[in-house]
């Protein structure tokens, strides 16, 4: 080739200028992938602000108070505790009467069918659970209630959501294997559904207000 | 192997170094991808919790980042020790929160915007007081989507 015979122009040099274009991007890379909990605020209210009446075996409260101890339903409890507590509560497995409702997916069904004008996607959805599922599978009335004071620690009410997220996290993927194999985030969007409107994220937030306790 | 040492017995040629700034180029192409410009000048000190639940942030060009913390060092002086909020590069009021996503808003295409997370970058020490405040200010301001940002860690 002529590469060998008529001296070129050093590409040498070249080298030092991609070294140095290199060096630029090292150095203003931040290599941390930017990651977290997601969480869906409620709308702002609308008009005055209506009590949500929910029986109360069917809300289980969790507060935290400024000193960052953690109540469980009342009773002061170990954060540890609580993704245990939550997928009991969500499940009840024991049809304990303090434990959240379950409600058989066919009277969901009926309930929305009964409604002015019912959810044509919730009742598909409910179908496919029955469908897919079986008509025994049950939906849980149940919500937590996270409630916690304004001089509580920003890291403890973030290890709590993340708990919380945790326990239904667990039992998304728990259903997702056991019926299909898979883990939750490998489903398709169907299936998703499916899992989600069995388990929503059924978290509510109080508003503010300071706690003595 | 006869042409070959004749080859080396001449006058014996260097190393060609003309793939080197391909071998850069490929390592350059590779930083120039992954790289995020870091967003913006951190004046408030933020030590992120950690969370086993964590999840990668999708489509980093849909977020908006809103930073609490105590200020750093050198804005103790202007700003004192309580933990203030940051927007884009300035510390920012509560009150300034609705007109910021409103701004971040126009910066995006209109259909992407119900798409938009905010994403809390807040330090573990801060008192839930302001965290709270600046929740309903975005409640008002009908940013819904947040992300309580925090370090990804295994379960133990």
Known sequence: MARRKTPEVNAGSMADIAFLLLIFFLVTTTMDVDSGIMRKLPPPPQGPIEDIKLNKRNV????????????????????GDIRERVVEFFTNPTNNPDLSEQIPVLDKKDNELSKDNPDLDKIQIYDNIIEQLGTFVNITKGVVSLQNDRGTAYGKYLEVQNEIVGAINDLRDDLAKQTWGKEFKDLNEEQQDIVTTIYPFAISEAEPRSLAN | MAKFSKKSKGDSPAISTASLPD??????????????????????????PEASEAKKIENKSLVSYIYVGPPNKSWTAQ?????????????????????WVEEERGQRDEVDVPKMTYSLKIDEEVDMGIV??????????????INYSSKRITQK
């Open chain 2, 23 to 48: 071998i850069i180029f490929m390592l350059l192409f590779f930083f120039m991808v992954s790289t995020t410009m870091k967003e913006v000048e951190y004046k408030v000190t933020i030590k992120l």
């Open chain 1, 60 to 79: 289980f409260v969790i507060l935290i108070n400024k000193d960052n101890q953690v109540a469980i339903s009342g009773q002061l409890s170990d954060v």
């Open chain 2, 79 to 99: 700003y004192g020790t309580k933990p203030v909020i940051q927007l884009n590069d300035q510390i920012a009021k509560l009150e300034n929160i609705q007109q």
């Open chain 2, 132 to 145: 709270t405040d600046l929740k309903q200010e975005l409640r008002f301001a009908q940013a819904l989507k």
